[in-house]
């Protein structure tokens, strides 16, 4: 009997602890820690040096993807592609293909991610904006210095999807519920809010770049990008005193006369670069660029744009290169460092003087100011060894400025497209020299999977 | 009851305790038998069955615990009393009784028992059950048939063997993943559909271990499944209905798979070696067009695009190249035949308290592609299992050991082996070195000096220890690990560049990935069994704390000193972390279950489970999941006993409850910013890594069963027809977001209702069954049917363009090709809402369904005298894409398939192939583009298959206690369909088509 009553307790011990299981509270065994790698969104902002660190990752974001990277899924190739700057090597319908046959479809892969990493990096400016808005920790000046960058990476974002898609949306939060059904807006309206963005981050930024080489906007850079936006909506007035503005900040800027030297990371004439990814390597445009033996694998000058440096340009001899062997090819020389190379010279230049004395030039012309228009314009040509120039009535000078633009600003994130199509001469200048271009194809496509998805999106541009 | 309500209100001791209580406080329980003092007498004896002696017979008296076994002759010897009864029985086999008079030997023949199937005990989990009293739906297979099959993947042993399990092999390169699909899609993201793995009662976790980066050569990032290796498997059994998977609560929406591995048996200790050598060649090829025509068409295409001077860069016919070389690139580059070679020894065998098992295996297969590639594969697995002799206390342990050593080239030469121009320059020039045509083009043999090498390590270890309380109690502690480590790397030397770009080390790199998963998980469970007149009462209940560490990092080097130091970190100038995550999942759940059976005829089975996960924020931790089943032996009652006695076995079934889904990854509930890997202006980023939705709860999937069983004749014709209706709501998705939301999708619920309905049918039949002759046959289909029954707001949703209400959720929508213009040569479609322009959305409006429409097995054994056969058809009926959506425009510089010949050329032309072109005609290319998303891209693909033959020959081998079998294999022997572009098993197109394997082999017990 003694026994089983020691059984009966030993049985009951067992039971209760088990059951203690079944109706002990226990949350907290799956209430795990936030991991390691990851900190919250609030804790980012209440820190200068790690809400700074937000705001750099969309300038490494912009580097390495999307529209203004120099990999080959950027505008600098596919835009010289799709006009008549480059030869595609390439000869697979998702690589540049497409683009230099002017074929493009809706579906096609860089179509789609130059899109969407766009609205990516605008999604992390705004970001950075709610944030440090948010934040009770930072101080003004820090504010301003943050909330200046994220309004001038938005601008410049939006400025080139406009670009190349024309009609699109303008972000400028972060509420996916409002975000997911946008309406396109219309071109003029995309700009005038571009300008809006940039007026605001001039008024935010200092004059004087903080961080390292040049790698973040200042006021001068925002005035420069400024700059550009009044010229493609013909606001010459304004386009003219904001690259004056930039021009006559000498102290931070001084035309470097060495045509090699324009491109490397400590050049005076540099407004705003991209920091390279590491100490080591160089740039995405250099390896895509050079080739030290022919035929290259993805891509080349078109003899066309060979053919358009006049007699003794500097440029020509300093900026290109002609690889010889069973032919003869050139490639842009701009970025020297390719394959091979080790320590870093070089960065991604994004805004440089040698645009601004171009658009102040335009902006002049359009105005009338033939003589000081042509100052500008014999700034550049005499700088690369060129005299001065011959044109006489604002038609010409125009023209000749135009003609200067695409020596000058080659291969560089799409000038060339931009500059045919505000000035109406795409479908005149392309459909010469490019057998499948399309009337249709002043813009690209929308993403085919952006317009499922978003049908306010519709319709799509003309043509596909 | 009393007993009971008393317990539940003293609840104090922790948990440890209890444990400890269990393990150890045990032998004051051990009450010893009193046996009636009787005269006893040695009986000895020899069992056989028709075709001979019959080891291993289990011998016992009944009513005591005394028994043992026949040896390898049949003998047996076991101390009896008259009066006593003999019990031999013997898996397969009638069981007899004999009753003990004076005599001292016995001989008994064992008749072979078609209803065996019916005896089975299935693993249901943390209960076993017998197969003919089972509630729930519970597929099989055993070493029996694993052991026939020449393959290294355990979900490859399943295929088309399992009613309601699809499983689709991804790709034939060594160390590539299947996909297993147990009744259907229940989930709207596609990694959301898979089943749980529980190896020896420890969970597997299936989530890749690979990384996309480092996993280049594979359509889906590395499996851990493929480090199981098939034959230490005794029995896998899928779990497939509520009542089966409701015990598993929140993981079981998906359906359960439960791998048992193989344990020692009392009797003499056993020895057994098998060997076997095999070839494997990749099963398919594409039709492909020949130089002639290609060239034909390349001409053609510029002709179209009014280009008369063919462009510098169309190496292919504007001279640079032969034009009239040709090479068969499939069969150069994946063409090679890869040798196989496997074995495995193991030695068991154990006392009446003691059985043991060790096995060791090793694997090693070669490579298709030119070159040296080798996947090996070994491990060892160690079973030990005790009893006290009392039989009060059993322990029993179960561990197993892994290696993986992969190396493969990081790309899979199949996609260029497709598309090479037919014309492309030879491989080596005369020198023997790589030919690179004066950089014409990119030798595709240079790609194979990107090596992707991969290591795994996995141990799992389970201990169970089961002690028997009075009063009808038994409490149960089982203890698992899991500990896989892996690393796989990508490397990209400098020697992969045309050596005209001077590479050198300094551009060399590699990528390599480290998964470390660490996983423990505790279950004390307590049983009760309870006997009153006809009821048989069962209860369980139980507990479950699990916890899963991994790590993952991935690394980046480049800029090397030497290409022989590249899998050297140290020695890249330049190193990045892309990414360095501690993951921790915890999962915590209470489970029980309780079963009534009446007179072995009626059976109740509930089941339930609450669960808690960390995958959920604060407040949706916890759900409660749960189901009843239910089954009548019919052909119990005296009415079918006495009017259908043809029918020897009758069962209903049925079962309803529900499951749930927690597969959405961890921490998808907070805000947070994570160290991007991209360095800028000497810092590292931080980027924003989802859009905040902390509200998301669990996915539930509700699941209905009925059944029939019906034997006949004895159970010669074994029959199953079983009808189940699943749906899930609640769904847990990352809906789809536009891009300008910053983000692809957000993590949240979905108010939208999938249902998976379907029938299956098995039967089994012995058609004859003699000493020399035997012929047992199954067969297995399954048809489903999957559709998606509501969605609120679908039209409004981002979803619009995906899912249409009433049909299935793996549909594709598409053009409808209405030709081609006779007059512009181009593909037209048709203009549904007839606005006279084509938008995906308005006028893709065709339908086809991805899911099979049906699919199962044809299984046969035949048997005479020594030599036995085995073989069994897959049988798919499904669509699939075809080459149309894979390949580029016709006419550009890619070969194509012969399908694209006849072209439109001129006016007038009325074919079914549009004009070529050499991709500067834009009409065309968005013609052909969408063409790659109409009715036409989409054809049919179903298949049969003979997928696995083996021929077994029993050889005399003249001495007892020595056997020797050797056989011939093969694997994906013979495959019938009318796809035309390779093989019709894949989920993405262009990855290495699976392999035929013959294999030779030897094994030899003693």
Same mark, same amino acid.
């Given at each position: 009997?003694?026994?089983?009553?020691?059984?009966?307790?030993?049985?009951?011990?067992?039971?209760?602890?088990?059951?203690?299981?079944?109706?002990?509270?226990?949350?907290?065994?799956?209430?795990?820690?936030?991991?390691?790698?990851?900190?919250?969104?609030?804790?980012?902002?209440?820190?200068?040096?790690?809400?700074?660190?937000?705001?750099?990752?969309?300038?490494?974001?912009?580097?390495?993807?999307?529209?203004?990277?120099?990999?080959?899924?950027?505008?600098?190739?596919?835009?010289?592609?799709?006009?008549?700057?480059?030869?595609?090597?390439?000869?697979?319908?998702?690589?540049?293909?497409?683009?230099?046959?002017?074929?493009?479809?809706?579906?096609?892969?860089?179509?789609?991610?130059?899109?969407?990493?766009?609205?990516?990096?605008?999604?992390?400016?705004?970001?950075?904006?709610?944030?440090?808005?948010?934040?009770?920790?930072?101080?003004?000046?820090?504010?301003?210095?943050?909330?200046?960058?994220?309004?001038?990476?938005?601008?410049?974002?939006?400025?080139?999807?406009?670009?190349?898609?024309?009609?699109?949306?303008?972000?400028?939060?972060?509420?996916?519920?409002?975000?997911?059904?946008?309406?396109?807006?219309?071109?003029?309206?995309?700009?005038?809010?571009?300008?809006?963005?940039?007026?605001?981050?001039?008024?935010?930024?200092?004059?004087?770049?903080?961080?390292?080489?040049?790698?973040?906007?200042?006021?001068?850079?925002?005035?420069?990008?400024?700059?550009?936006?009044?010229?493609?909506?013909?606001?010459?007035?304004?386009?003219?005193?904001?690259?004056?503005?930039?021009?006559?900040?000498?102290?931070?800027?001084?035309?470097?006369?060495?045509?090699?030297?324009?491109?490397?990371?400590?050049?005076?004439?540099?407004?705003?670069?991209?920091?390279?990814?590491?100490?080591?390597?160089?740039?995405?445009?250099?390896?895509?660029?050079?080739?030290?033996?022919?035929?290259?694998?993805?891509?080349?000058?078109?003899?066309?744009?060979?053919?358009?440096?006049?007699?003794?340009?500097?440029?020509?001899?300093?900026?290109?290169?002609?690889?010889?062997?069973?032919?003869?090819?050139?490639?842009?020389?701009?970025?020297?460092?390719?394959?091979?190379?080790?320590?870093?010279?070089?960065?991604?230049?994004?805004?440089?003087?040698?645009?601004?004395?171009?658009?102040?030039?335009?902006?002049?012309?359009?105005?009338?100011?033939?003589?000081?228009?042509?100052?500008?314009?014999?700034?550049?040509?005499?700088?690369?060894?060129?005299?001065?120039?011959?044109?006489?009535?604002?038609?010409?000078?125009?023209?000749?400025?135009?003609?200067?633009?695409?020596?000058?600003?080659?291969?560089?994130?799409?000038?060339?497209?931009?500059?045919?199509?505000?000035?109406?001469?795409?479908?005149?200048?392309?459909?010469?020299?490019?057998?499948?271009?399309?009337?249709?194809?002043?813009?690209?496509?929308?993403?085919?999977?952006?317009?499922?998805?978003?049908?306010?999106?519709?319709?799509?541009?003309?043509?596909? | 009851?009393?007993?009971?309500?008393?317990?539940?209100?003293?609840?104090?001791?922790?948990?440890?305790?209890?444990?400890?209580?269990?393990?150890?406080?045990?032998?004051?329980?051990?009450?010893?038998?009193?046996?009636?003092?009787?005269?006893?007498?040695?009986?000895?004896?020899?069992?056989?069955?028709?075709?001979?002696?019959?080891?291993?017979?289990?011998?016992?008296?009944?009513?005591?615990?005394?028994?043992?076994?026949?040896?390898?002759?049949?003998?047996?010897?076991?101390?009896?009393?008259?009066?006593?009864?003999?019990?031999?029985?013997?898996?397969?086999?009638?069981?007899?009784? *004999?009753?003990?008079?004076?005599?001292?030997?016995?001989?008994?023949?064992?008749?072979?028992?078609?209803?065996?199937?019916?005896?089975?005990?299935?693993?249901?989990?943390?209960?076993?059950?017998?197969?003919?009293?089972?509630?729930?739906?519970?597929?099989? =297979?055993?070493?029996?048939?694993?052991?026939?099959?020449?393959?290294?993947?355990?979900?490859?042993?399943?295929?088309?063997?399992?009613?309601?399990?699809?499983?689709?092999?991804?790709?034939?390169?060594?160390?590539?993943?299947?996909?297993?699909?147990?009744?259907?899609?229940?989930?709207?993201?596609?990694?959301?559909?898979?089943?749980?793995?529980?190896?020896?009662?420890?969970?597997?976790?299936?989530?890749?271990?690979?990384?996309?980066?480092?996993?280049?050569?594979?359509?889906?990032?590395?499996?851990?499944?493929?480090?199981?290796?098939?034959?230490?498997?005794?029995? =896998?059994?899928?779990?497939?209905?509520?009542?089966?998977?409701?015990?598993?609560?929140?993981?079981?929406?998906?359906?359960?798979?439960?791998?048992?591995?193989?344990?020692?048996?009392?009797?003499?200790?056993?020895?057994?070696?098998?060997?076997?050598?095999?070839?494997?060649?990749?099963?398919?090829?594409?039709?492909?067009?020949?130089?002639?025509?290609?060239?034909?068409?390349?001409?053609?295409?510029?002709?179209?695009?009014?280009?008369?001077?063919?462009?510098?860069?169309?190496?292919?016919?504007?001279?640079?190249?032969?034009?009239?070389?040709?090479?068969?690139?499939?069969?150069?580059?994946?063409?090679?035949?890869?040798?196989?070679?496997?074995?495995?020894?193991?030695?068991?065998?154990?006392?009446?308290?003691?059985?043991?098992?060790?096995?060791?295996?090793?694997?090693?297969?070669?490579?298709?592609?030119?070159?040296?590639?080798?996947?090996?594969?070994?491990?060892?697995? #160690?079973?030990?299992?005790?009893?006290? =002799?009392?039989?009060?206390?059993?322990?029993?342990?179960?561990?197993?050991?892994?290696?993986?050593?992969?190396?493969?080239?990081?790309?899979?030469?199949?996609?260029?082996?497709?598309?090479?121009?037919?014309?492309?320059?030879?491989?080596?020039?005369?020198?023997?070195?790589?030919?690179?045509?004066?950089?014409?083009?990119?030798?595709?043999?240079?790609?194979?000096?990107?090596?992707?090498? @991969?290591?795994?390590?996995?141990?799992?270890?389970?201990?169970?220890?089961?002690?028997?309380?009075?009063?009808?109690?038994?409490?149960?502690?089982?203890?698992?690990?899991?500990?896989?480590?892996?690393?796989?790397?990508?490397?990209?030397?400098?020697?992969?560049?045309?050596?005209?770009? #001077?590479?050198? @080390?300094?551009?060399?790199?590699?990528?390599?990935?480290?998964?470390?998963?660490?996983?423990?998980?505790?279950?004390?469970?307590?049983?009760?069994?309870?006997?009153?007149?006809?009821?048989?009462?069962?209860?369980?209940?139980?507990?479950?704390?699990?916890?899963?560490?991994?790590?993952?990092?991935?690394?980046?080097?480049?800029?090397?000193?030497?290409?022989?130091?590249?899998?050297?970190?140290?020695?890249? #100038?330049?190193?990045?972390?892309?990414?360095?995550?501690?993951?921790?999942?915890?999962?915590?759940?209470?489970?029980?279950?309780?079963?009534?059976?009446?007179?072995?005829?009626?059976?109740?089975?509930?089941?339930?489970?609450?669960?808690?996960?960390?995958?959920?924020?604060?407040?949706?931790?916890?759900?409660?999941?749960?189901? *009843?089943?239910?089954?009548?032996? +019919?052909?119990?009652?005296?009415?079918?006993?006495?009017?259908?006695?043809?029918?020897?076995?009758?069962?209903?079934?049925?079962?309803?409850?529900?499951?749930?889904?927690?597969?959405?990854?961890?921490?998808?509930?907070?805000?947070?910013?994570?160290?991007?890997?991209?360095?800028?202006?000497?810092?590292?980023?931080? #980027?924003?890594?989802?859009?905040?939705?902390?509200?998301?709860?669990?996915?539930?999937?509700?699941?209905?069963?009925?059944?029939?069983?019906?034997?006949?004749?004895?159970?010669?014709?074994?029959?199953?027809?079983?009808?189940?209706?699943?749906?899930?709501?609640?769904?847990?998705?990352? *809906?789809?977001?536009?891009?300008?939301?910053?983000?692809?999708?957000?993590?949240?619920?979905?108010?939208?209702?999938?249902?998976?309905?379907?029938?299956?049918?098995?039967?089994?039949?012995?058609?004859?069954?003699?000493?020399?002759?035997?012929?047992?046959?199954?067969?297995?289909?399954?048809?489903?049917?999957?559709?998606?029954?509501?969605?609120?707001?679908?039209?409004?949703?981002?979803?619009?363009?995906?899912?249409?209400?009433?049909?299935?959720?793996?549909?594709?929508?598409?053009?409808?090709?209405?030709?081609?213009?006779?007059?512009?040569?181009?593909?037209?479609?048709?203009?549904?809402?007839?606005?006279?322009?084509?938008?995906?959305?308005?006028?893709?409006?065709?339908?086809?369904?991805?899911?099979?429409?049906?699919?199962?097995?044809?299984?046969?054994?035949?048997?005479?005298?020594?030599?036995?056969?085995?073989?069994?058809?897959?049988?798919?009926?499904?669509?699939?894409?075809?080459?149309?959506?894979?390949?580029?425009?016709?006419?550009?510089?890619?070969?194509?398939?012969?399908?694209?010949?006849?072209?439109?050329?001129?006016?007038?032309?009325?074919?079914?192939?549009?004009?070529?072109?050499?991709?500067?005609?834009?009409?065309?290319?968005?013609?052909?583009?969408?063409?790659?998303?109409?009715?036409?891209?989409?054809?049919?693909?179903?298949?049969?298959?003979?997928?696995?033959?083996?021929?077994?020959?029993?050889?005399?081998?003249?001495?007892?206690?020595?056997?020797?079998?050797?056989?011939?294999?093969?694997?994906?022997?013979?495959?019938?369909?009318?796809?035309?572009?390779?093989?019709?098993? +894949?989920?993405?197109?262009?990855?290495?088509?699976?392999?035929?394997?013959?294999?030779?082999?030897?094994?030899?017990?003693?």
């Amino acid at each position: 009997m003694k026994n089983k009553l020691i059984i009966k307790q030993r049985l009951l011990t067992i039971f209760s602890s088990i059951l203690f299981l079944l109706v002990g509270s226990c949350d907290s065994f799956v209430e795990v820690a936030q991991p390691n790698s990851q900190l919250t969104s609030e804790a980012v902002f209440k820190d200068y040096t790690t809400a700074t660190a937000a705001m750099k990752d969309v300038y490494a974001k912009m580097r390495d993807s999307g529209l203004l990277t120099g990999k080959s899924s950027g505008l600098t190739h596919l835009l010289g592609q799709y006009t008549d700057e480059l030869i595609s090597y390439q000869t697979s319908e998702t690589s540049a293909f497409p683009f230099y046959n002017n074929s493009l479809v809706s579906t096609h892969i860089f179509v789609r991610d130059n899109w969407n990493s766009a609205y990516s990096q605008i999604y992390a400016a705004n970001a950075v904006i709610k944030g440090v808005n948010a934040s009770t920790v930072l101080t003004a000046q820090q504010k301003n210095q943050l909330i200046g960058e994220a309004l001038f990476v938005r601008a410049l974002l939006h400025s080139y999807l406009v670009g190349v898609y024309n009609a699109c949306p303008y972000v400028t939060s972060t509420h996916y519920e409002q975000n997911l059904s946008l309406h396109r807006l219309p071109i003029n309206e995309v700009y005038a809010l571009c300008i809006a963005d940039l007026e605001q981050a001039v008024s935010l930024l200092p004059v004087a770049y903080v961080g390292t080489l040049r790698s973040r906007p200042n006021k001068r850079v925002a005035q420069a990008l400024l700059a550009r936006l009044y010229l493609y909506t013909s606001q010459w007035a304004a386009a003219s005193n904001a690259a004056s503005a930039v021009l006559n900040e000498t102290s931070l800027y001084v035309w470097e006369p060495d045509f090699n030297k324009v491109f490397l990371k400590g050049s005076t004439s540099t407004l705003w670069q991209f920091a390279a990814a590491g100490t080591v390597g160089n740039t995405q445009e250099g390896l895509l660029f050079v080739f030290n033996a022919g035929p290259p694998s993805t891509a080349s000058l078109t003899t066309a744009l060979f053919a358009a440096f006049e007699q003794g340009d500097l440029r020509k001899t300093n900026w290109t290169r002609t690889i010889t062997g069973n032919a003869t090819w050139h490639h842009s020389y701009k970025y020297k460092q390719g394959m091979g190379s080790s320590a870093t010279t070089e960065h991604s230049v994004v805004l440089r003087l040698a645009e601004q004395y171009l658009i102040r030039a335009e902006a002049r012309a359009q105005q009338g100011e033939l003589t000081t228009a042509k100052e500008d314009l014999n700034f550049i040509r005499n700088n690369a060894g060129l005299p001065n120039t011959d044109a006489l009535t604002q038609q010409d000078i125009l023209e000749a400025i135009l003609r200067e633009r695409r020596v000058e600003l080659f291969t560089e994130m799409g000038h060339r497209f931009f500059d045919l199509k505000r000035t109406g001469k795409l479908n005149a200048v392309l459909s010469i020299v490019k057998p499948g271009w399309n009337n249709t194809d002043s813009s690209w496509p929308v993403p085919e999977s952006e317009l499922l998805i978003n049908p306010n999106l519709a319709p799509q541009n003309e043509g596909y | 009851m009393n007993k009971f309500s008393f317990i539940l209100k003293s609840g104090t001791i922790n948990f440890s305790l209890a444990v400890l209580v269990l393990l150890f406080c045990t032998t004051t329980w051990a009450s010893p038998l009193s046996s009636r003092q009787q005269t006893q007498q040695q009986i000895t004896g020899t069992i056989s069955d028709a075709a001979g002696p019959l080891p291993a017979v289990t011998v016992t008296v009944k009513g005591k615990t005394s028994g043992t076994l026949t040896d390898q002759n049949g003998y047996f010897s076991i101390t009896a009393a008259v009066g006593d009864t003999l019990v031999f029985s013997f898996m397969g086999y009638k069981t007899v009784e *004999i009753t003990v008079n004076n005599q001292n030997t016995i001989k008994v023949q064992l008749q072979e028992d078609a209803t065996a199937l019916k005896e089975v005990v299935v693993n249901a989990g943390y209960y076993s059950v017998k197969d003919k009293e089972r509630t729930g739906s519970i597929a099989r =297979i055993t070493a029996k048939d694993i052991e026939t099959q020449p393959v290294t993947n355990v979900l490859a042993t399943m295929q088309g063997r399992m009613a309601g399990v699809d499983v689709i092999q991804n790709t034939g390169m060594p160390g590539g993943g299947f996909d297993i699909r147990i009744r259907g899609l229940n989930s709207l993201r596609a990694v959301g559909n898979a089943p749980l793995f529980i190896v020896d009662g420890v969970p597997f976790a299936s989530d890749a271990i690979g990384n996309t980066q480092t996993s280049t050569n594979l359509p889906t990032a590395t499996s851990p499944l493929n480090t199981l290796t098939p034959s230490d498997i005794e029995s =896998i059994e899928v779990l497939k209905d509520a009542d089966a998977t409701a015990i598993y609560g929140s993981r079981g929406a998906n359906g359960v798979v439960l791998i048992t591995t193989k344990r020692g048996k009392t009797g003499k200790t056993q020895f057994a070696v098998s060997s076997s050598t095999a070839f494997g060649q990749v099963i398919s090829t594409m039709d492909l067009l020949n130089t002639e025509q290609y060239i034909t068409m390349r001409e053609q295409a510029f002709a179209n695009d009014n280009i008369a001077t063919y462009p510098a860069t169309a190496y292919d016919i504007n001279g640079t190249w032969d034009r009239n070389r040709y090479t068969d690139w499939q069969k150069e580059l994946t063409g090679r035949t890869a040798q196989i070679t496997s074995m495995q020894a193991s030695v068991s065998g154990g006392s009446a308290q003691t059985h043991f098992l060790i096995s060791g295996t090793t694997f090693q297969q070669g490579t298709v592609f030119p070159g040296n590639f080798v996947y090996k594969k070994g491990g060892v697995h #160690a079973q030990l299992d005790h009893e006290s =002799i009392d039989k009060r206390f059993k322990v029993s342990f179960s561990g197993s050991y892994d290696i993986q050593d992969n190396d493969q080239p990081s790309r899979d030469l199949t996609r260029v082996g497709r598309n090479l121009a037919p014309n492309a320059p030879a491989l080596y020039n005369e020198n023997g070195e790589l030919n690179w045509e004066n950089s014409t083009w990119e030798n595709p043999l240079a790609a194979l000096r990107a090596k992707a090498l @991969a290591k795994t390590n996995n141990v799992i270890a389970n201990t169970l220890f089961t002690y028997v309380l009075p009063y009808g109690f038994t409490a149960k502690g089982s203890f698992g690990f899991t500990d896989l480590r892996h690393e796989e790397s990508r490397s990209n030397p400098s020697t992969v560049f045309d050596p005209i770009y #001077a590479a050198t @080390a300094q551009n060399s790199s590699i990528f390599v990935n480290t998964t470390n998963r660490q996983s423990w998980i505790v279950e004390p469970q307590i049983q009760w069994m309870g006997k009153a007149s006809q009821a048989k009462i069962e209860v369980l209940i139980g507990a479950t704390y699990q916890h899963t560490a991994t790590n993952r990092m991935l690394q980046q080097g480049s800029n090397f000193t030497s290409n022989s130091l590249l899998y050297n970190m140290a020695s890249a #100038a330049l190193v990045r972390v892309l990414s360095d995550d501690d993951i921790l999942y915890r999962y915590q759940a209470f489970f029980g279950r309780l079963n009534l059976a009446w007179d072995s005829t009626y059976f109740i089975n509930i089941t339930g489970r609450r669960d808690g996960s960390s995958r959920f924020g604060s407040g949706k931790q916890f759900a409660t999941f749960g189901a *009843i089943g239910a089954a009548w032996i +019919f052909t119990e009652a005296s009415f079918f006993k006495d009017h259908f006695s043809f029918l020897s076995f009758g069962k209903v079934r049925g079962s309803y409850g529900i499951t749930g889904n927690d597969q959405i990854g961890d921490y998808q509930y907070l805000d947070t910013y994570q160290s991007s890997t991209a360095l800028y202006d000497g810092g590292v980023g931080l #980027a924003p890594i989802r859009l905040f939705n902390p509200n998301f709860s669990w996915e539930t999937n509700k699941k209905l069963e009925a059944a029939l069983e019906l034997g006949f004749f004895n159970d010669r014709i074994f029959a199953t027809a079983s009808w189940y209706q699943n749906r899930s709501s609640n769904q847990l998705v990352g *809906i789809p977001l536009p891009s300008t939301t910053g983000f692809t999708s957000i993590q949240s619920n979905l108010d939208a209702t999938i249902e998976n309905r379907g029938i299956e049918l098995s039967l089994r039949a012995v058609p004859f069954q003699n000493k020399d002759f035997g012929w047992t046959t199954n067969f297995n289909i399954s048809f489903s049917k999957n559709k998606l029954l509501q969605f609120p707001g679908l039209e409004t949703s981002t979803y619009r363009n995906q899912y249409v209400i009433g049909k299935s959720i793996n549909i594709q929508k598409l053009y409808q090709v209405t030709g081609v213009n006779p007059q512009t040569g181009v593909y037209e479609f048709k203009d549904f809402n007839g606005d006279g322009m084509l938008t995906f959305a308005d006028d893709a409006q065709v339908t086809k369904d991805l899911n099979p429409e049906y699919f199962g097995g044809l299984q046969n054994q035949i048997r005479y005298k020594r030599l036995q056969l085995d073989f069994l058809f897959q049988f798919v009926k499904q669509q699939n894409w075809n080459a149309a959506s894979y390949y580029s425009t016709p006419g550009a510089f890619s070969n194509q398939p012969t399908s694209v010949l006849g072209s439109w050329q001129q006016a007038g032309d009325v074919v079914s192939t549009q004009l070529y072109t050499s991709g500067t005609n834009s009409a065309a290319a968005n013609a052909y583009g969408r063409y790659a998303y109409s009715n036409a891209a989409i054809t049919d693909a179903s298949y049969i298959r003979l997928k696995n033959i083996s021929l077994t020959y029993n050889v005399p081998t003249g001495s007892k206690g020595l056997e020797c079998r050797l056989n011939v294999q093969a694997q994906n022997l013979l495959t019938f369909t009318n796809y035309k572009d390779g093989d019709p098993e +894949f989920r993405s197109f262009n990855y290495l088509p699976p392999l035929r394997i013959i294999s030779l082999g030897a094994d030899i017990k003693f």
